[in-house]
């Protein structure tokens, strides 16, 4: 290897202390000859940089820096032609005065002449100039690219910071957040608790009542059955209407704990009353509603309405205009004075258009009432329901959750009939058919009815 000056020991390699050969760089910014620092990574095993200790993971792969090792090549030239200034030429004795661009030489007068014909010549003074000049401005663009570097880093830097700074903040607001979602839970919690003991309190107390006025009632009876049992006048006749007061006590004290336990079924179910309207826009053509959309009933005279998909086309029913997906929900309707009617709830992608079948397998969920007083439940086939008298309003209970739906004939506390272990999937909305009016029979209105204060 050749030597340049001492003011240009940057281009020395720091572990052969020679001029740069085919110089590379590592990850960290140091330079080194590329067989120098292969050849130490294979001695000493660790993958590190011998100027500032930094351990790399794995060797690096390394390019030779085309930039540096120009300039190293430019101080070796501008080093050469400084050094040359003034000498003699060894082979012809003469001062060396020009440089042999095509062999990249310096020769004299002779040389050019004899051992460099056709080549390519200038001053030894003006290529050294030339060459010293593109190396300070390369060096100068050298240190503009450093400086342009150290800015980058500094933004960079300024970044990360800035990055910190917002990450921190959202970490902040992130806490406050589920802080105030815990506090909200916990308090809503709390809450829910109350309810459910104001509800077991409430239910607790029902039932106080309930077994109280059982309690009086049988009071009443066994005194009634002492008075039977003093009336009696022989042993016999005293053994008979011990046996027979006895079954009809048991008898009397059954329907009596069986009606107040509908009673309280019925109330129950009532604290979920909906508010139900009727939805004009599926109501059949014959069919008239109330403004208000709580009555409906069969007409003769078919109205000109547009048939739109949700309107029924050809069976005179209509639906409400509520829907549910969820809970729990009742409603009333009075049926007194008709002599057929359609009653229930039903999905909201039922067929609408052309003859319809009542049944869960279609989507309704239905109980009827046919030529007065033939009560059935629509399971697909029909199950027949003895009613006697019929009921003059009807109560519709639908539990979403628990796949039920209840019938009760409201005045008696009754219940009419269960469909259980139902599977809904789509929203359910009130059913509603009045039937034909045959010919005035049947003329008296569906009329949806509100519990009043409770």
Known sequence: KSSIGPEALMFLCSICLDVFTDPVSTPCGHNFCKTCISQHWDTDGRKKCPMC?????????????????????????????????????????????????????????????????????????????????ELEKTEAEIQQMIQKRRLKIQEITESVK??????????AEGVQVLTALMESVERRLKELMKEIEDKQEATEKQAEGLIKDLEQE??????????VEQLSRSEDHLHLLQSFSSLKLEETVWKLMKKKLLEAELQRVQQHEVDVTLDPDTAHPELILSDDGKQV??????????????????????????????????????????????????????????????RPQDGFWTVMLRNGNEYSACAGPPVPVCLHPGPEKVGVFVDYQEGLVSFYDVGAAALI??????????????????????????????IICPLGPK
Not at 162 to 171: I, L, V
């Open 417 to 446: 009939y269960s469909f259980t272990g139902c599977s809904f999937t789509h929203r359910l909305h009130p059913f509603f058919c009045p039937c034909t009016n045959d010919g005035g029979k049947n003329s008296p209105p569906l």
């Open 53 to 133: 200790n930094r351990v790399f993971k794995r060797q690096p792969e390394l390019d030779i820096n085309t930039l540096f090792s120009e300039m190293v090549a430019q101080h070796q030239l501008v080093d050469a032609v400084e050094n040359l200034e003034g000498r003699m030429c060894t082979k012809h004795d003469n001062l060396l005065q020009l440089f042999c661009k095509t062999d990249q030489t310096c020769v004299c007068m002779l040389c050019s002449v004899l051992d460099h014909k056709n080549h390519e010549f200038v001053p030894l003074r003006e290529e050294y100039e030339g060459k010293k000049a």
């Open 297 to 358: 009933y069969h007409s003769d005279v078919r109205k000109k309405l547009p048939d739109n998909p949700e309107r029924f086309s050809q069976c005179p029913c209509v639906l409400g205009e509520q829907s549910f997906s969820s809970g729990r929900f009742y409603f009333e309707v009075q049926v007194k004075g008709k002599t057929e009617w359609d009653l229930g709830v039903s999905t909201e992608s039922i067929n609408r258009k052309g003859g319809i079948t009542l």
């Open 218 to 227: 049988i009071s009443e009876l066994m005194e009634r059955s002492s008075e």
């Open 162 to 171: 800035m990055s910190k700074d917002a990450a921190d903040r959202q970490k």
